[in-house]
């Protein structure tokens, strides 16, 4: 076991490390596992046949190539084992854990032949000699095992059936059939004891069969005269009442592992089934095969437990995505959460894609909002507009400013270039007309105005002081009648003057009372002395 061991550990090193890269072949040379000491090869390596002891110490000078084993004897024609041979590592040696006898890489134990076997290649035979032509003395080739020669279904060096000649009282003596005086219900014994068929393990059933002559058992019995197997040899498993090796049938229960249900290949390894490979529309899961309905692909993946998927199908062999739980969007067949930027609502939206010319934007509530545009766009919406038809950051319609026919965008501000009637621009904006009042070009956001030649502020709005009936003559000098040339007179008869007024006629020229004189009559005017 220790040597099995440490000849596997080798394998496995030498496996590591000489992978080949794509087009390169493993030459005999260089096979083999990097040592030191006189006993490499040119390359610095043992041969393939050989390992490296260490001798276990840091002199790597000490070092030296061991042969691993013997060539394999299974000779054709002068040449080591062909590739063909099952177990061959197709360089002339048995795989690691077999032996070589008879063209023949097994793993047979002490004082069992390999024996050439057309269904299951080969087989392990007790009692045969090392080239497989003949059973040992005492033996007698029975199908393909070897059986003691003095039973009454295998008597002599012929394996003669006795039982067929005299029935249940046949016997074998000095490796003859005989007759003897057994009863019915009894079948003779080569020594001429007359046992019950029924219960004997020597001569069991109307065949009277020694139940011990069944190849590879390890423990039988004879129940209502017929032979049950209950235990076969190391590496047999028991199939019905036969021990079948393990190669082919697999554990104590004899599995036939190229069997299994939707299985199309499989190995026996450690009295285990191991699947390879599965039949079309199945794939391995575990160590069974299963409808790549429910599980899809060589891997077996289970495509509902696929993370935030809320629908999913197998296609080819893939697990295509239809739909994703709440908070995740759909991209490229993975679920990714949905509030990012890169990925916003259920499309998975890439909100810098979508708006043309923005410089920065947001996922929010699953909507791509615009933050901010490019240089010469303004943000309209959530859209981003060229200056040259909106202006400004705030992305103004110039033609739609306050009381204008049309305007323009200069250096990201509206001016209005035409005024609707009733207003004047002031250069940027339209500005309401007002009586005796000019708009001031100053290109403002505001309106401010100036009085015209002639005309009085007065409370911030421009007046002709000289016709104006709430400032005649003056800011705040309100007039009943009429206020002419700054004056403020009232038509009236002379008996309704006023103690301090004077009734006049108007005009009248050099009159103390401007223009008026004493004396009037109907028609004449109440007027304050001048």
Same mark, same amino acid.
């Given at each position: 076991?220790?040597?099995?061991?440490?000849?596997?550990?080798?394998?496995?090193?030498?496996?590591?490390?000489?992978?080949?890269?794509?087009?390169?072949?493993?030459?005999?040379?260089?096979?083999?596992?990097?040592?030191?000491?006189?006993?490499?090869?040119?390359?610095?390596?043992?041969?393939?046949?050989?390992?490296?002891?260490?001798?276990?110490?840091?002199?790597?000078?000490?070092?030296?190539?061991?042969?691993?084993?013997?060539?394999?004897?299974?000779?054709?024609?002068?040449?080591?084992?062909?590739?063909?041979?099952?177990?061959?590592?197709?360089?002339?040696?048995?795989?690691?854990?077999?032996?070589?006898?008879?063209?023949?890489?097994?793993?047979?134990?002490?004082?069992?032949?390999?024996?050439?076997?057309?269904?299951?290649?080969?087989?392990?035979?007790?009692?045969?000699?090392?080239?497989?032509?003949?059973?040992?003395?005492?033996?007698?080739?029975?199908?393909?095992?070897?059986?003691?020669?003095?039973?009454?279904?295998?008597?002599?060096?012929?394996?003669?059936?006795?039982?067929?000649?005299?029935?249940?009282?046949?016997?074998?003596?000095?490796?003859?059939?005989?007759? @003897?005086?057994?009863?019915? +219900?009894?079948?003779?014994?080569?020594?001429?004891?007359?046992?019950?068929?029924?219960?004997?393990?020597?001569?069991?059933?109307?065949?009277?069969?020694?139940?011990?002559?069944?190849?590879?058992?390890?423990?039988?019995?004879?129940?209502?005269?017929?032979?049950?197997?209950?235990?076969?040899?190391?590496?047999?498993?028991?199939?019905?009442?036969?021990?079948?090796?393990?190669?082919?049938?697999?554990?104590?229960?004899?599995?036939?592992?190229?069997?299994?249900?939707?299985?199309?290949?499989?190995?026996?390894?450690?009295?285990?089934?191991?699947?390879?490979?599965?039949?079309?529309?199945?794939?391995?899961?575990?160590?069974?095969?299963?409808?790549?309905?429910?599980?899809?692909?060589?891997?077996?993946?289970?495509?509902?437990?696929?993370?935030?998927?809320?629908? @999913?199908?197998?296609?080819?062999?893939?697990?295509?995505?239809?739909?994703?739980?709440?908070?995740?969007?759909?991209?490229?067949?993975?679920?990714?959460?949905?509030?990012?930027?890169?990925?916003?609502?259920?499309?998975?939206?890439?909100?810098?894609?979508?708006?043309?010319?923005?410089?920065?934007?947001?996922?929010?509530?699953?909507?791509?909002?615009?933050?901010?545009?490019?240089?010469?766009?303004?943000?309209?919406?959530?859209?981003?507009?060229?200056?040259?038809?909106?202006?400004?950051?705030?992305?103004?319609?110039?033609?739609?400013?306050?009381?204008?026919?049309?305007?323009?965008?200069?250096? +990201?501000?509206?001016?209005? @270039?035409?005024?609707?009637?009733?207003?004047?621009?002031?250069?940027?904006?339209?500005?309401?007309?007002?009586?005796?009042?000019?708009?001031?070009?100053?290109?403002?956001?505001?309106?401010?105005?100036?009085? %015209? @030649?002639?005309?009085?502020?007065?409370?911030?709005?421009?007046?002709?002081?000289?016709?104006?009936?709430?400032?005649?003559?003056?800011?705040?000098?309100?007039?009943? +009648?009429?206020?002419?040339?700054?004056?403020?007179?009232?038509?009236?008869?002379?008996?309704?003057?006023?103690?301090?007024?004077?009734?006049?006629?108007?005009?009248?020229?050099?009159?103390?009372?401007?223009?008026?004189?004493?004396?009037?009559?109907?028609?004449?005017?109440?007027?304050?002395? %001048?």
């Amino acid at each position: 076991m220790r040597r099995f061991l440490a000849l596997l550990a080798i394998f496995m090193i030498v496996s590591v490390f000489y992978a080949c890269e794509s087009g390169e072949l493993i030459t005999k040379e260089q096979y083999g596992p990097k040592c030191n000491g006189s006993t490499v090869n040119e390359f610095g390596r043992c041969n393939r046949n050989q390992y490296c002891d260490t001798k276990g110490d840091e002199d790597p000078s000490n070092d030296e190539c061991i042969r691993l084993r013997e060539d394999c004897d299974c000779v054709k024609d002068g040449e080591k084992c062909p590739e063909d041979i099952p177990h061959s590592n197709g360089f002339g040696y048995c795989m690691l854990g077999y032996s070589c006898s008879n063209n023949i890489c097994h793993d047979c134990n002490e004082g069992e032949s390999p024996c050439r076997d057309e269904v299951n290649g080969y087989i392990c035979v007790k009692n045969m000699n090392r080239d497989c032509t003949a059973c040992l003395d005492g033996f007698c080739k029975l199908g393909s095992a070897c059986v003691p020669n003095t039973s009454v279904n295998a008597c002599g060096d012929s394996c003669d059936d006795c039982v067929a000649k005299y029935a249940q009282r046949a016997s074998c003596k000095n490796k003859l059939c005989v007759e @003897t005086n057994c009863t019915v +219900g009894e079948c003779a014994t080569a020594d001429g004891r007359c046992l019950n068929l029924e219960t004997s393990m020597e001569a069991c059933g109307e065949e009277c069969k020694d139940c011990r002559d069944i190849a590879n058992v390890l423990d039988v019995s004879c129940e209502a005269a017929s032979c049950v197997v209950k235990t076969c040899q190391e590496k047999f498993c028991k199939n019905g009442n036969t021990c079948i090796h393990n190669d082919t049938h697999c554990g104590a229960e004899c599995i036939d592992c190229t069997n299994l249900e939707n299985v199309l290949n499989a190995t026996c390894n450690d009295g285990s089934c191991i699947v390879d490979e599965c039949k079309s529309g199945y794939c391995k899961n575990g160590n069974s095969c299963v409808s790549s309905d429910t599980q899809c692909g060589a891997d077996c993946i289970d495509c509902t437990s696929i993370d935030n998927a809320a629908s @999913t199908v197998c296609d080819a062999g893939v697990c295509k995505l239809n739909s994703c739980v709440e908070g995740y969007c759909l991209n490229a067949n993975e679920c990714i959460k949905n509030d990012s930027n890169k990925f916003c609502g259920p499309n998975c939206t890439d909100c810098a894609s979508i708006i043309e010319n923005a410089k920065s934007t947001s996922c929010v509530n699953d909507v791509c909002v615009l933050e901010a545009c490019e240089s010469n766009y303004c943000k309209d919406a959530d859209s981003c507009i060229n200056t040259d038809l909106k202006c400004g950051s705030g992305c103004h319609n110039c033609s739609t400013l306050p009381n204008t026919n049309s305007g323009e965008c200069r250096q +990201g501000a509206c001016y209005a @270039t035409s005024c609707k009637s009733g207003y004047t621009s002031n250069g940027r904006v339209c500005c309401i007309d007002k009586a005796h009042a000019s708009v001031i070009e100053d290109n403002a956001d505001i309106c401010s105005y100036e009085c %015209n @030649t002639g005309i009085t502020e007065c409370n911030g709005v421009c007046v002709n002081i000289k016709t104006d009936m709430l400032h005649c003559g003056g800011c705040n000098a309100p007039c009943a +009648g009429n206020c002419t040339d700054g004056r403020c007179s009232i038509k009236r008869g002379c008996q309704d003057c006023l103690e301090q007024e004077a009734c006049c006629y108007y005009p009248y020229p050099n009159s103390g009372f401007a223009g008026c004189y004493e004396g009037g009559h109907e028609g004449y005017l109440c007027a304050l002395p %001048n």
